[in-house]
C-alpha cells in the first residue's frame, strides 16, 4: 500500500497510481491474448482509455472523451510495435493520452523524456558517471542510462514529449533504435538489444512555428495519429470552465467562479472561426493564422477574470473578454485583421444578444 | 418435377456476384429469373452486345411523364450483371421478375387507395392512403445481409460475406439455401405491422415475384435459378408459397400505365449514391477490388495488401512519399487494427484507418485525394447504338412538337423576341440545351440594339447531337431538370467566381429556378473563401444583376440577395487593404473591378451603400494607395454626392502638387477624369488645376506623362474635347462673364416641362 500513500500526500499522482484499482479490475476479467510484456490485452487497453462497465459489474471511467477509431488506432500501432506519434494543437490531452497508455500498456508512465531546445543525445540514450568513469574506465557500472535504454532494458513504453522540439541531430539517434531495435554503446563495444514491449509513444505540436520537423526518415517509422480539438461545443465549454474554475481559485482571484459568463460566447467565436463556418452551417468563413484552440480559449477566459476581479466588479463581461479575444485572433497583423473585421460585421454584428460584444470589440478596433 | 433454386443476393455486392456465379456454373440451371421488372425482358439481350460495358442501369420511364422513372444500376460485381451474362453466353432463358412498373409507377402517380379490393378484404384502410404520390426513385430494398454481417460485428458486409459464406469450402448452392434460413429468422423478428407501406408495397412485390415463378414452372423447366434480393429469398422457395388464391388477391385490380425501358451509361459516382437501389453502394472500386480478386481465384495475394498497395500508387502518382516498406507496415497495421476491433480480418475502415496513419502521417486529405479515383471510381459505362430512346430525347420531341418547332438539317437563322410567350418559351428551350451541352442553336450578336427582348440564334441540327442528348441524360429525364442538374454539378467542379456568376447568369436565361440553388450554394462557399478582393468586386454585378432581373422573371432570389449582401460586406471590409501597394497593372484591374461593382450597386436602389462609401473614402483618402483607384475612389465619391467639389479641387491641388511624381499624378487624373467629361466641362477651378499642372510639369517629364494624358483624353467625345478646348480658352477671362449671360425661362419653360415629363415629375410651373 505504500504506493497509495505516496498517492495521496503528492501533488499530482501518476496515472497508473491514480487509476491503480481499475487496472488491476481490468487485468483481473481480462482473458484476451496479450501481446508481449503487455500487462493488458489491447482490448482491455482501449477500454481503461474509453471507460465502460466490465462483465463483474466494475465501472471503468473514461480517460479520454473522444473518438473511439483514434484511441483503436493508437492501441493497434503500439501492438505491431510501431512507434506511435501523437500530433496535435496544444490542449488536445496528447500527453494525457500518451501517460494513460503508458500505464495501462506498461504499468509504468514514469519512463519519459521531455524535449526541449536543449535535449542532448544523453536523455535519449545514456550519460556516464564521471567519477566512476574516471576511476575505472569505462564500464557498464560507469553508465547511466536514459529512460529510453531503461525501458528496452525491461521491454516497456517510454513517452517522448514535445519531439519536434528536440534539435533534428539528437531526434535522429531515435532512427536506430526504432528500426533496429538496438542501442549500439561504442565505447564498450556492447549494444542494448530492446526486450519484447518495448515502443515509443511520442508526442508533437502541429501548429507551432519554428519547430524541427521530423526527418522523413525517422518520420516513416512512426504511425501517426492526428488529436482533433473537441467535437461538441457543450464538451469544450466544460472544459474550459472546469480549467478555468481551478486556475482561478489556484490565483485567487475574487471573481464569481460559479457563473462563468462568457465562457459559451468564446468558446463560440473560437470554434467559428477555427471551423471556417457558424454554429448554425449557414455562413462560412475565413480562418486566422491563430490556432484558436481550447487553450486559447481558456487564457482568454483567464485574462477577462482577472481583468473583472481587479477593475470591475468581478463579473466578467463582454468588455472584460474582448481586449484579449482580438489579441488571439488578430496574429498577423494585416490579414488577420481583414478576418476578424469581417466576422465582426457578418456575424457578430447580426446576432441582436451579442450587441454589447460587437461594441467592446468596435470601441477596441477605434481606440487602436 | 421442377427444381427451383433461389439464390439470395446483396445488391451490388462482389461476394454475392462470385458466388453466384459458382452457383450457376454448378447448378446449370435451363432457366434464370433475376430480380427486376418483367419490362426489362425486352432490352435484357442487349447486354451482351460487346459494346456494352458496365456501370449501366436500366431505365424504366411512364412514357407520359418521364419525370416518373426508375433507374435499375448495374456493376460488373453485381450479380445480376453476372448472372445476365452467364444466361445469355451459355443461351439460358433468362427474365426478370418482379411487380411490373407499369404497376409501381400507376400506383405513385394516383393519390387514392390503389386497390380497392385488396384493401377492403385486409379489413382496414391501407397505409398508403395519406401517402403524396412520390417520384418512385427508390424501390425499398432492405439490405438483409448488411443486418447479418452487421450483427456478426462487421462494418464492412462484403468482409462478412468473405469470412463466413466464401470461406465455407461447401457447396455453392448449399451456402445460399444456409443464407436463406438465416434471413428467414430476420424476417421473423421484423415487427413492422401488416399495413405498414414498405410491408404492403414488399408483400404486392414478393406475390408478383411468386406468380412469375409459378408461370415458370408450369412451362416444365427442369432447374430454375432463381436470383434476389436475399431478403425476398424466403419468400421465393417454392414449398413455402402461400396459395395462389392469396397472392391473386393482392395482385387483382392494380392500375397500370404506360412504361418504356432501355439501358443509360451509368458511372462509378452515381453507383455511391442512393439512386437505383435502395442500398446504395459507398465503395464501388473497393467491391470491384474485391471482386477482381475474388473472380481470379489467387489464393497467394492478400486482398489487403494488393489494396493498399493501389493506394500508395494513387499517393506516389499525388507526388506523395508512399514507400513499400510503408504499404507492409500499413497492412500489418491493418490486421492489428481489426484484432483490436475483434474482427477477423480488416475491412474498408481499417484500411482506412492504417493508410492514414502509416502512409499518410495521421492527415485525412491525402487520403481524400485517392479516395475518388479508388474507392468510388472513375469508370463510365457505355450502352450499344441499338438501345432504346432515353426520356431526355423523348421530353425534348415532345416539348419541340409543344411549340411547333421542327429540327432542320438546315442552317438557318432565327430572331426571337422575348416578348411574345412562345418565342421566349423557344429562347429557354434553347439556352438549356446549351447548358447540357447540345448546340442545337448558336446566339449570335444581336446587332445594333441595347433592348434586352431580343435574341438571334443560327439554328443546325446535327445527328451528333443525338449522342450529346443520350450522353445528357445521365443528368435527368427532362430537359429542365436535367440542365437543372447539370448546372449544380458544374457549379460544384467551377474554378473561379467569374464561372460561377455566368452560370447563374444562365440560369436566368434558361429559366432554372432549381439550378439557382445549386449555384448559389456554391457561390456562397466560395465568395467566403476568396481572398482576393477583385475578383468579390467583379461578382457584384452579375449578383445584382440576378436579383433585378430574376425578380423581372419570376424567380425566387431571395437567396442570391443574402449572398450580394455578405460579398458586398466583405469586399468593402478588404477594399481599403487590398489596394495598397499595387502595380499599373493590377491598379488598373482593381480599377475595373471598383468600377464594375459600383455598376452593380447601383442597379439595386435599395441597398444600403454607407459600407461601400466608407471603404470608397478609405481608399481615396490614402496616399499609398495607386493614384488610379484613389482617383477613381474620388470619382465615385463626388458623383454620389459625399464629397463636394471644394473638397475635390483641393485633393485634386494636392495630387497634382509638386512633390507628387508627375506619372502617379497622372494616374490619379486618369482616375479621377475617365467616363465623362462633364466634370471638366462644368468646373472651371478643376480645370484651371489641371492646366496649371500640365503648364508646371518639367519637359521631359511632361515626355513621360503625355501618352496617359492623352490616353484620358482621347476617351472624349469629339464635343467634349472641344468644349473642354473652349473653356481653356477663355481660362484666363473674367469668372463673372461666364455667369452672367441671362437664362430666358419663358423661352425655355416648354422644354423644361417636357424634359419633367419624362422624368416622371409633376410639372406645375
Not at chain 2, 468593402?572 to 488598373?588: F, I, K, N, Q, R
Request: hydrophobic share 45%; proline share 6%.
Amino acid at each position: 500500500m505504500t504506493d497509495a500513500q505516496a498517492g495521496t500526500d503528492v501533488l499530482r499522482a501518476h496515472a497508473e497510481n491514480a487509476y491503480a484499482e481499475e487496472l488491476s479490475a481490468l487485468a483481473a476479467v481480462d482473458d484476451r491474448p496479450r501481446p508481449p510484456s503487455w500487462r493488458l490485452s489491447p482490448w482491455a487497453v482501449t477500454t481503461y482509455i474509453l471507460g465502460g462497465t466490465l462483465p463483474n459489474g466494475i465501472q471503468v471511467t473514461p480517460k479520454y472523451l473522444g473518438s473511439e477509431r483514434l484511441v483503436e488506432i493508437a492501441v493497434a500501432s503500439l501492438a505491431t510495435d510501431r512507434a506511435l506519434l501523437l500530433l496535435g494543437v496544444p490542449g488536445t490531452a496528447k500527453t494525457w493520452l500518451g501517460e494513460h497508455l503508458a500505464a495501462a500498456v506498461s504499468g509504468s508512465s514514469t519512463l519519459v523524456v521531455q524535449g526541449t531546445a536543449g535535449t542532448p543525445e544523453e536523455a535519449l540514450r545514456y550519460g556516464w558517471n564521471y567519477a566512476r568513469l574516471l576511476a575505472d574506465g569505462p564500464s557498464r557500472a560507469a553508465m547511466v542510462p536514459g529512460p529510453v535504454m531503461r525501458a528496452m532494458e525491461t521491454g516497456s513504453l517510454v513517452r517522448v514529449e514535445e519531439l519536434t522540439r528536440i534539435p533534428s541531430d539528437v531526434q535522429d539517434s531515435l532512427i536506430t533504435i526504432l528500426s533496429e531495435k538496438t542501442l549500439p554503446i561504442p565505447e564498450l563495444n556492447e549494444e542494448v538489444q530492446a526486450r519484447k514491449g518495448f515502443n515509443i509513444i511520442a508526442t508533437a505540436n502541429n501548429r507551432d512555428k519554428g519547430v524541427n520537423d521530423l526527418s522523413s526518415a525517422l518520420r516513416r517509422r512512426f504511425n501517426t495519429v492526428v488529436l482533433p480539438l473537441p467535437d461538441s461545443i457543450d464538451q469544450e465549454v466544460e472544459i474550459v470552465t472546469t480549467r478555468v474554475r481551478s486556475l482561478g481559485t489556484a490565483l485567487e482571484l475574487p471573481a464569481d467562479l460559479a457563473a462563468l459568463s462568457e465562457v459559451r460566447r468564446v468558446v463560440t467565436v473560437m470554434r467559428e472561426l477555427r471551423a471556417g463556418v457558424t454554429q448554425d452551417q449557414r455562413t462560412t468563413l475565413k480562418s486566422p493564422s491563430a490556432t484558436l484552440s481550447t487553450a486559447e480559449a481558456i487564457s482568454v477566459m483567464t485574462n477577462g477574470l482577472s481583468l473583472a476581479a481587479h477593475f470591475g466588479d468581478g463579473t466578467v463581461r463582454a468588455q472584460d473578454v474582448a481586449a484579449s479575444l482580438v489579441g488571439a485572433v488578430v496574429k498577423d497583423p494585416v490579414q488577420d485583421r481583414v478576418i476578424w473585421q469581417e466576422y465582426l460585421e457578418t456575424v457578430v454584428r447580426n446576432r441582436p444578444e451579442w450587441k454589447d460584444l460587437y461594441r467592446a470589440c468596435r470601441d477596441l478596433e477605434s481606440s487602436n | 418435377m421442377t427444381d427451383v433454386h433461389v439464390l439470395g443476393i446483396r445488391h451490388h455486392g462482389p461476394g454475392s456476384a462470385h458466388s453466384v456465379a459458382e452457383a450457376l456454373a454448378s447448378l446449370r440451371p435451363d432457366l434464370v429469373l433475376v430480380e427486376g421488372p418483367p419490362e426489362l425482358d425486352g432490352v435484357i439481350p442487349l447486354l451482351s452486345d460487346p459494346e456494352m460495358v458496365p456501370p449501366v442501369a436500366g431505365l424504366i420511364y411512364a412514357a407520359e411523364e418521364p419525370r416518373i422513372a426508375s433507374f435499375y444500376p448495374m456493376a460488373a460485381f453485381s450479380a445480376e450483371w453476372v448472372a445476365i451474362r452467364w444466361a445469355l453466353s451459355t443461351g439460358t432463358l433468362v427474365r426478370a421478375i418482379d411487380l411490373p412498373a407499369a404497376h409501381t409507377f400507376a400506383l405513385h402517380m394516383a393519390p387514392e387507395p390503389p386497390a380497392p379490393s385488396s384493401s377492403e378484404d385486409d379489413g382496414g384502410p391501407s397505409a398508403e392512403d395519406g401517402e403524396p404520390p412520390a417520384p418512385p426513385q427508390q424501390p425499398y430494398r432492405p439490405d438483409a445481409i448488411g443486418m447479418l454481417a452487421g450483427a456478426a460485428g462487421y462494418s464492412d458486409a462484403e468482409r462478412w460475406w468473405e469470412d463466413a459464406i466464401e470461406h465455407r469450402n461447401t457447396d455453392p448452392v448449399d451456402r445460399f439455401a444456409a443464407l436463406t434460413e438465416a434471413i428467414a429468422e430476420i424476417r421473423a423478428a421484423d415487427d413492422r405491422p401488416g399495413d405498414h407501406p414498405d410491408v404492403v408495397e414488399n408483400n404486392r412485390r414478393e406475390a408478383a415475384m411468386r406468380r412469375l415463378i409459378r408461370a415458370a414452372m408450369r412451362e416444365g423447366h427442369a432447374r430454375i435459378a432463381v436470383v434476389c434480393g436475399a431478403y425476398h429469398a424466403p419468400a421465393l422457395v417454392p414449398i413455402g408459397f402461400p396459395p395462389v388464391s392469396a397472392d391473386n388477391k393482392v395482385l387483382a385490380g392494380l392500375p397500370k400505365t404506360k412504361v418504356a425501358v432501355t439501358w443509360v451509361p451509368w458511372t462509378s459516382n452515381r453507383l455511391s449514391l442512393r439512386s437505383g437501389y435502395g442500398a446504395g453502394v459507398t465503395a464501388p472500386g473497393w467491391y470491384q477490388h474485391l471482386f477482381a480478386h475474388w473472380m481470379a481465384r489467387d489464393s497467394a495475394t492478400d486482398v489487403s495488401t494488393t489494396w493498399l498497395v493501389r493506394v500508395a500508387r494513387a499517393l506516389r502518382r499525388e507526388n506523395l512519399d508512399a514507400s513499400t516498406a510503408s504499404v507492409v507496415e500499413a497492412s500489418r497495421m491493418a490486421n492489428a487494427l481489426a484484432a483490436v476491433r475483434g474482427r477477423p480480418s480488416p475491412g474498408l475502415t481499417e484500411l482506412d484507418d492504417a493508410a492514414q496513419a502509416v502512409l499518410c502521417d495521421g492527415s485525412p486529405l491525402p487520403l481524400a485525394l485517392v479516395h475518388r479515383e479508388l474507392t468510388v471510381g472513375l469508370e463510365l459505362g457505355n450502352v450499344p447504338e441499338t438501345a432504346p430512346t432515353v426520356p431526355l430525347a423523348a421530353d425534348l420531341a415532345a416539348t419541340q412538337r409543344r411549340l411547333r418547332w421542327k429540327p432542320g438539317a438546315m442552317e438557318e437563322v432565327l430572331t426571337l423576341d422575348l416578348r411574345k410567350p412562345g418565342q421566349l418559351a423557344r429562347s429557354v428551350l434553347l439556352h438549356r440545351l446549351a447548358l447540357l451541352g447540345v448546340h442545337w442553336g448558336e446566339q449570335n450578336e444581336t446587332g445594333r440594339t441595347t433592348g434586352t427582348f431580343k435574341e438571334v440564334w443560327t439554328l443546325h441540327w446535327q445527328p451528333e447531337l443525338a449522342v450529346a442528348v443520350v450522353e445528357a441524360s445521365r443528368y435527368g429525364t427532362t430537359v429542365e431538370s436535367a440542365a437543372a442538374t447539370c448546372v449544380s454539378e458544374r457549379a460544384q467542379g467551377a474554378g473561379s467566381l467569374t464561372e460561377l456568376s455566368e452560370l447563374l447568369a444562365s440560369c436566368l436565361l434558361a429559366d432554372l429556378p432549381d439550378g439557382i440553388g445549386g449555384v448559389v450554394t456554391v457561390l456562397a462557399e466560395r465568395t467566403a473563401l476568396q481572398q482576393d478582393v477583385a475578383p468579390l468586386l467583379e461578382t457584384i454585378a452579375p449578383l445584382a444583376r440576378t436579383c433585378r432581373y430574376g425578380n423581372v422573371r419570376g424567380v425566387d432570389v431571395t437567396g442570391v440577395r443574402k449572398i450580394l449582401d455578405t460579398t458586398v460586406v466583405r469586399a468593402c471590409v478588404g477594399l481599403p487593404t487590398a489596394s495598397a501597394g499595387l502595380d499599373d497593372e493590377s491598379a488598373d484591374a482593381m480599377r475595373h473591378a471598383v468600377d464594375s461593382a459600383q455598376q452593380g450597386l447601383s442597379l439595386l436602389p435599395d441597398l444600403p451603400l454607407e459600407d461601400w462609401h466608407r471603404a470608397l473614402a478609405a481608399v481615396a483618402g490614402s496616399d499609398r494607395i495607386h493614384g488610379s483607384v484613389a482617383g477613381r475612389a474620388t470619382r465615385l465619391l463626388l458623383d454620389a454626392g459625399l464629397v463636394d467639389a471644394n473638397d475635390v479641387a483641393a485633393r485634386l491641388s494636392r495630387r497634382l502638387s509638386i512633390a507628387t511624381p508627375a506619372r502617379e499624378a497622372a494616374a490619379w487624373l486618369d482616375g479621377l477624369l475617365s467616363g465623362d467629361a462633364t466634370l471638366l466641362v462644368y468646373d472651371r477651378r478643376l480645370l484651371q488645376i489641371v492646366d496649371d499642372w500640365v503648364a508646371g510639369v518639367d519637359d521631359e517629364i511632361f515626355d513621360d506623362v503625355l501618352p496617359l494624358l492623352r490616353r484620358t483624353f482621347s476617351a472624349f467625345s469629339r464635343p467634349e474635347r472641344r468644349e473642354i478646348g473652349e473653356q481653356l480658352s477663355r481660362i484666363g477671362e473674367d469668372w463673372q462673364t461666364d455667369s452672367g449671360t441671362t437664362l430666358d425661362l419663358a423661352a425655355a419653360g416648354p422644354a423644361i416641362r417636357t424634359m419633367a415629363r419624362y422624368l416622371g415629375w409633376e410639372a406645375t410651373a
